[in-house]
């Protein structure tokens, strides 16, 4: 967890933000988030659902769930979604 300033203020912690109607989230097929896969939130992990739930809640947010073998995964709510994007390439970024 990061604040706006990007100041650290932990890892490896679940948000357990209240999200009674999120159910399911997309996942997005190209950079604009359009895609008709939706999957349950129930299909991911602790690290996944929390960054959903977080999402859902706080509009302007934006999460990155990170993996120790290097992959990537963005979300963000846009407009009534919670839409994934699977694989962030940061190659771009020298990352």
């Known amino acids: 967890m ?19 109607s999120l159910s399911k989230i997309k996942v997005a097929e190209d950079v604009n ?3 008709n896969n939706y999957f349950p ?3 991911f ?3 996944h659902r929390s960054a959903f739930r ?7 947010s934006v999460a990155f769930v990170i993996s120790q073998d290097g992959g ?3 979300i963000k709510r846009v407009g009534a979604d919670i ?3 699977p694989d962030i ?3 771009y970024l020298g990352i």
Do not use: H, Q
Request: with cysteine; glycine share 12%; aromatic share 10%.
């Open 2 to 20: 990061m604040t706006d300033k990007l100041r650290l203020l932990g890892f490896g912690a679940e948000v357990t933000v209240s999200s009674p």
């Open 33 to 35: 988030g359009i895609g």
């Open 41 to 43: 939130i129930e299909s």
């Open 45 to 47: 992990g602790t690290r």
């Open 54 to 60: 977080f999402c859902s809640s706080y509009e302007n």
């Open 72 to 74: 990537v995964k963005a």
């Open 83 to 85: 839409v994934l994007w």
């Open 89 to 91: 390439n940061l190659s």
